[in-house]
């Protein structure tokens, strides 16, 4: 590999190839000290390259070049270990992007702290709730910017910083996006608790499925790709066994009717019937988690 820029001791913009001549794609190498003494037109050796990160726009990768040039390599230590803790966290890999975002973010939040600013986020609640470990994974990177910035840390970062990691998971989606899916999860549950008079416990093993199904659920309904298979005789039965569930389900119906503009598939309210008949039997009569 060719190195094309120094951008510090430990960073550098390199060209894949074996000769100064190399039209290969440009990528960014870490490792501690690679760069030292070294020059533009030098030849790096993938063996001593630690890490490699390639962005899929030339925008993406100048304005990583910049970033890393002119910011501390701790802040990349930062990032590094938070990704690191987040991939074993969630048992998924992220993409390089991620390490620019994050970078970026982490540079921005070392500013704002210096100068004493705390940034509140309008999502705090809800990923609190409904993605604690991806907030488990922000709490772990504001431990390490506490400790590179020696000083105190708001925990409202956590919350910004688990949104990177959730809005990689969710291809496609924005802020926007992500903040409108976690309103429809919260009204839904809304609905579900004051149809039933009820507060869920949120540390139960159904709540939590709940959860994760509307998740899925909102996503469907965002990208119009419902479950539907027709009428079932299973879709009798269970509204016939669960009538009060089928109840609260129709009030969901209007909801997703007037949020959506769509209508709910048999195969998606035989879903919702199930997760709620669930939740709600064991929230009434405090019986422990099982399948029903």
Not at 34 to 48: L, N, S
Not at 97 to 115: E, G, P, Q, S
Request: aromatic letters at 10%.
């Amino acid at each position: 590999m060719i190195i094309k820029q120094i951008l510090n001791n430990n960073v550098a913009l390199v060209k894949k190839g074996s000769n100064k001549q190399s039209q290969g794609n440009e990528i960014i190498v870490y490792s501690k000290g690679i760069a030292f003494k070294r020059k533009a037109g030098d030849t790096i050796e993938e063996k001593e390259i630690e890490k490699t990160y390639v962005l899929d726009s030339h925008d993406k990768l100048e304005h990583f070049s910049y970033l890393l040039s002119h910011t501390k390599d701790e802040y990349l230590q930062i990032v590094t270990r938070t990704i690191a803790y987040g991939e074993k966290v969630t048992g998924k890999k992220v993409s390089d992007y991620l390490y620019l975002a994050l970078l970026d973010h982490i540079d921005f939040t070392m500013k704002r702290l210096k100068k004493g600013q705390i940034v509140k986020s309008p999502l705090d609640w809800d990923v609190r709730k409904f993605y604690p470990e991806y907030y488990k994974i922000g709490l772990y990177a504001v431990g390490l910017i506490e400790e590179a910035a020696k000083m105190e840390c708001p925990g409202e970062e956590a919350v910004s910083i688990a949104l990177h990691f959730i809005n990689q998971q969710a291809p496609g989606s924005e802020d926007a996006g992500m903040m409108r899916m976690m309103e429809s999860v919260r009204d839904i549950l809304s609905i579900i608790r004051f149809h039933y008079k009820l507060d869920f416990v949120e540390e139960s093993i159904n709540y939590m499925r709940l959860v994760t199904h509307l998740q899925y659920f909102i996503v469907r309904m965002f990208k119009n790709t419902a479950y539907t298979s027709g009428e079932t005789e299973l879709g009798r039965q269970i509204r016939k066994l669960y009538p009060e569930a089928y109840s609260c389900v129709n009030k969901i119906r209007v909801y997703v009717r007037d949020t959506f503009q769509s209508e709910l598939s048999e195969d998606e309210e035989v879903y919702l019937m199930l997760h709620i008949q669930r939740v709600t039997r064991r929230e009434e009569d405090g019986s422990p988690d099982s399948e029903i």
